[in-house]
């Protein structure tokens, strides 16, 4: 307490500062946070809007504020540094804060109204949409948060806190300006584990497997709306605008009375919904109107807006179908969006069905692609180099190729047998030493001597123990339900060194025998710890970081290892992945600014420019 | 006989399904014959006499058992530049058409009709298969295969959903619900395609659209995997076959898709009765 006090002092004698850019943290919350108190002078304030109480790693009771941005915004800082000068407050610990706070809260705290995005079909454009409105608000000042009640995805993150979250809810935050993603933006998780059943993710950490008869009989009526309201709550009472993304169609009336994941959430929200539809494939004005319609009344109420995505070419042939499609539906259409062409992460699965081969590159890179083939959005910075990747899903496919990569996988164990089944485990055996191959994750652990399923965990068939694919020495052993979930920084051990920056979400854990291929750190482990396996001369190379490739040095050592018709890969002047999705997401912006209709956007948020 | 197969957006499942009436209602001894208006597609077949046919109708003639002939498919829209699209019109190219230089509507139609009335009087029955989506506000005016063709021939129609995407509901619903009040009536049905689970959960959701529209519900077709040779641009198939190829795999499918269609429970019965009105 005397050092935040101290702090404080320092903070009340400088007097308004606004964002500091010159600080190593800043934005430690959001981008043009006012910095003025980076240290609290209400602290602890024990408000339960603001915060909450937590137990300590000693077991003790600690206020815990780190979600709170109230003393981040600039007309707070200075009603507080006013009201210090008028009482003549001087010293950190004065009685006469919290009189100050609460006047702050009377003035300034509001909570914040909720947006959500539906879409007529999976694949609408929900999640760009809800990234590019955080990006237009952004822009103009307000803090917003994303919000994705369910989502099943194979494409996760980590966030700072060591919790799970959809990888899109990571990049709608990073576009609404957020430093630190947490897990209230997507409470729910669904990750196919099998056919039917999947692992739910509640809050970021496994909760149980359900099938989808109890997801939708037991989760869903029990635990699932409460999950839903606190969560969408705790988001209002932080942030300005939520922007919530619906699943799939809110207007699968069959299922509609157990929906938490599009007009459900809406309602538990209080929010008004936008419908988003792909006109790319045709029939938009029939999805659209025929969503609207089957929606019940008082839900219906609900939709304020439509927009129509994915126009390719000129919009103005489209456009001449609107006012009749307005006079028949009455709700405005308030975006007609052409087809933008961004780098962006690809959400989930849908993206990679029927996909045989991505990028025009040189280097033909084969990966594998696992019926429960996850986090594949690793590869994305690949094609920032002069790469192609052919999909690999039959051992021919893999003739020809300059280097292999084994991606992550939701079901290591039961992969790995359909490796073997289809010949393309040994095909892959057959390219030690000849090409590199790397492996990531699930695609790690399947390169090492055991998998050790004993207890079914993984696989579902208790005393299953397989071979893997033997390049390294190691055994990956599945011996609880327990997932490592942890993001980490560190350095190469090899190529000359080089930062990379990577997460891990895995099942099972490896005792390694071969040569470690990075040093990492992270806030759960003491200390720095050695991580992945390496055998260069082989060029054999293995870890359980996701996202390896973000950064340009692990990328370009890997690649160095190819050889395409003899020759080395040429290297263009590449950026790290990070910094190309922040362009990405201001051109998206971009074009939904211009084509969508701002006032009537912020007319149904309440405000206006 | 004759019915028009729509589609709620492109690939849908209408060149599919056509081609499945063909094979059907061949085997019935009911002499089909498949037919489309207008097809938008780069992917085309030269007809046996000398004309060039969208590659769907020339599937769909096999599964009929018939040779791929000109009248199955008038006219032929093919993009061939920015803003620039070559007309086809009964097997020949007729003109480019660009913004400057619009197709006449009525003399195409024209056109349609009589390569109609060909087949017409000498088949037993006609499978029409629609173009996109039927429900384009900004197309229906101009419109040649789907509301265009309902109008010129008052035939009756049944409607192809795609579940794959979701909003399969809405879909039938919205284009139901777009079709001009004139044309509506003569949409009698509609079919759920692409399917995977098990059908009991869908219920509620049909019995509310047969409830809504008046339509009738004539199956939920299971998700089939095949590698059949779609005709439009945007389909993602992944064995794009051609020549003498694309018929042999085509035809050893055809059969497959069928006998799946009827485990499925596809009402042919019933499509046949209201090809009749």
């Given at each position: 307490m005397d050092c935040i006090k101290k702090k404080v002092n320092e903070e009340l004698s400088k007097g308004w500062i606004g964002p500091n850019r010159c600080c190593d943290y800043h934005p430690s919350h959001f981008e043009g946070q006012d910095c003025t108190f980076c240290y609290c002078p209400f602290y602890p304030c024990e408000d339960e809007d603001l915060g909450n109480f937590i137990t300590g790693k000693r077991g003790n009771t600690i206020w815990n504020c780190t979600d709170c941005l109230f003393i981040h915004r600039t007309p707070v800082v200075k009603f507080v540094l006013s009201e210090v000068e008028r009482l003549g407050i001087t010293e950190a610990g004065d009685p006469r804060f919290p009189g100050i706070l609460i006047e702050a809260k009377r003035r300034f705290f509001r909570e914040g109204r909720a947006l959500m995005v539906v879409g007529a079909t999976s694949d609408?454009?929900?999640?760009?949409?809800?990234?590019?409105?955080?990006?237009?608000?952004?822009?103009?000042?307000?803090?917003?948060?994303?919000?994705?009640?369910?989502?099943?995805?194979?494409?996760?993150?980590?966030?700072?806190?060591?919790?799970?979250?959809?990888?899109?809810?990571?990049?709608?935050?990073?576009?609404?300006?957020?430093?630190?993603?947490?897990?209230?933006?997507?409470?729910?998780?669904?990750?196919?584990?099998?056919?039917?059943?999947?692992?739910?993710?509640?809050?970021?950490?496994?909760?149980?497997?359900?099938?989808?008869?109890?997801?939708?009989?037991?989760?869903?009526?029990?635990?699932?709306?409460?999950?839903?309201?606190?969560?969408?709550?705790?988001?209002?009472?932080?942030?300005?605008?939520?922007?919530?993304?619906?699943?799939?169609?809110?207007?699968?009336?069959?299922?509609?009375?157990?929906?938490?994941?599009n007009m459900g959430a809406a309602v538990i929200a209080d929010a008004d919904v936008i419908l988003v539809v792909n006109v790319e494939w045709g029939g938009s004005f029939a999805y659209a109107l025929g969503t609207v319609e089957l929606i019940p009344e008082e839900d219906r109420r609900r939709i304020k807006g439509i927009i129509f995505n994915n126009v390719r070419g000129d919009t103005s042939r489209f456009r001449e179908g609107i006012p009749a499609f307005e006079e028949v539906c009455g709700i405005p259409v308030i975006g007609v969006v052409p087809h933008a062409d961004v780098i962006l992460p690809s959400e989930d699965s849908e993206a990679l069905r029927g996909l045989r081969s991505r990028g025009e590159g040189k280097c033909l890179v084969g990966v594998i692609k696992f019926p429960r083939i996850a986090n594949f959005t690793d590869l994305d910075p690949l094609f920032l180099e002069d790469v192609s990747v052919v999909f690999v899903e039959k051992a021919s496919d893999l003739e020809g190729v300059d280097a292999v990569v084994l991606p992550g996988t939701k079901n290591t164990v039961n992969d790995m047998r359909w490796m073997e089944e289809t010949g393309i485990a040994d095909a892959v055996r057959k390219l030690r030493g000849r090409v590199p191959i790397a492996g990531i994750c699930g695609g790690y652990q399947m390169m090492g001597a055991k998998l050790d399923d004993s207890l079914g965990l993984e696989g579902g068939v208790p005393g299953t123990v397989l071979d893997g694919l033997g390049f390294f020495g190691n055994t990956t052993v599945f011996?609880?339900?327990?997932?490592?979930?942890?993001?980490?920084?560190?350095?190469?051990?090899?190529?000359?060194?080089?930062?990379?920056?990577?997460?891990?979400?895995?099942?099972?854990?490896?005792?390694?025998?071969?040569?470690?291929?990075?040093?990492?750190?992270?806030?759960?482990?003491?200390?720095?710890?050695?991580?992945g396996s390496v055998r260069e001369g082989e060029m054999l190379f293995g870890t359980y970081l996701h996202g390896v490739f973000d950064r340009k040095p692990f990328r370009r050592y890997f690649l160095s290892f190819v050889k395409h018709g003899g020759e080395a890969v040429e290297l263009c002047d590449s950026k790290d992945y990070d910094d190309v999705v922040e362009e990405n997401i201001g051109k998206l912006a971009d074009v939904f600014e211009e084509n969508m209709d701002i006032p009537a956007l912020l007319g149904i948020l309440g405000v206006s420019e | 006989m004759r019915i028009l197969v729509l589609g709620t957006s492109s690939g849908a499942g209408k060149t599919t399904f056509c081609a499945m009436l063909c094979r059907r209602f061949s085997g019935q001894g009911l002499d089909p014959v498949p037919f489309k208006a207008s097809n938008l597609s780069l992917n085309s077949y030269a007809a046996q006499d000398g004309g060039e046919i969208g590659m769907g109708q020339a599937f769909q003639a096999w599964s009929a058992g018939l040779e791929p002939e000109t009248d199955m498919n008038p006219v032929l829209l093919k993009p061939s530049g920015p803003g620039v699209i070559q007309l086809v019109v009964n097997g020949k190219p007729f003109m480019d058409v660009t913004p400057d230089h619009p197709m006449d509507r009525d003399a195409v139609m024209a056109k349609v009709h009589e390569a109609y009335d060909r087949l017409e009087s000498s088949h037993g029955m006609v499978i029409c298969e629609g173009s996109g989506s039927p429900a384009?506000?900004?197309?229906?005016?101009?419109?040649?295969?789907?509301?265009?063709?309902?109008?010129?021939?008052?035939?009756?129609?049944?409607?192809?959903?795609?579940?794959?995407?979701?909003?399969?509901?809405?879909?039938?619903?919205?284009?139901?619900?777009?079709?001009?009040?004139?044309?509506?009536?003569?949409?009698?049905?509609?079919?759920?395609?692409?399917?995977?689970?098990?059908?009991?959960?869908?219920?509620?959701?049909?019995?509310?659209?047969?409830?809504?529209?008046?339509?009738?519900?004539?199956?939920?077709?299971?998700?089939?995997?095949?590698?059949?040779?779609?005709?439009?641009?945007?389909?993602?198939?992944?064995?794009?076959?051609?020549?003498?190829?694309?018929?042999?795999?085509?035809m050893s499918n055809i059969d497959e898709m069928v006998e799946a269609a009827e485990t499925a429970g596809l009402d042919f019965d019933s499509i046949l009765e209201m090809s009749k009105g």
């Open positions: 609408a454009g929900k999640s760009v949409t809800v990234a590019a409105i955080c990006r237009i608000l952004q822009r103009r000042g307000y803090l917003v948060a994303p919000f994705k009640s369910q989502n099943m995805s194979l494409n996760s993150k980590v966030t700072m806190g060591g919790s799970e979250i959809a990888m899109i809810q990571t990049l709608q935050a990073k576009a609404a300006g957020l430093k630190n993603p947490d897990c209230h933006m997507n409470p729910i998780l669904l990750k196919p584990k099998k056919d039917t059943v999947s692992q739910v993710m509640v809050c970021g950490k496994p909760y149980a497997d359900y099938d989808v008869e109890s997801y939708y009989g037991e989760f869903v009526p029990g635990p699932g709306r409460e999950i839903v309201r606190e969560n969408v709550e705790f988001l209002k009472k932080r942030y300005d605008f939520v922007i919530m993304e619906g699943a799939g169609s809110p207007a699968e009336i069959n299922i509609y009375d157990r929906d938490i994941a011996g609880k339900y327990e997932k490592r979930i942890v993001n980490s920084t560190g350095e190469m051990l090899v190529g000359g060194g080089g930062t990379v920056t990577g997460y891990e979400l895995h099942m099972g854990m490896s005792e390694v025998t071969e040569e470690p291929l990075f040093r990492i750190e992270n806030r759960f482990d003491k200390g720095p710890q050695e991580e | 384009e506000l900004n197309l229906m005016d101009r419109d040649l295969a789907n509301v265009g063709l309902m109008r010129e021939l008052g035939i009756p129609a049944i409607l192809v959903g795609d579940i794959e995407r979701g909003g399969v509901f809405a879909a039938i619903y919205g284009t139901w619900r777009l079709l001009p009040d004139d044309v509506r009536p003569q949409l009698k049905g509609f079919v759920i395609n692409r399917f995977r689970g098990d059908g009991s959960i869908l219920r509620s959701g049909i019995e509310r659209i047969e409830e809504l529209t008046g339509m009738k519900c004539l199956g939920v077709l299971p998700y089939m995997d095949l590698r059949f040779p779609e005709e439009d641009s945007l389909s993602h198939s992944s064995g794009r076959l051609e020549g003498a190829d694309a018929r042999s795999a085509f």
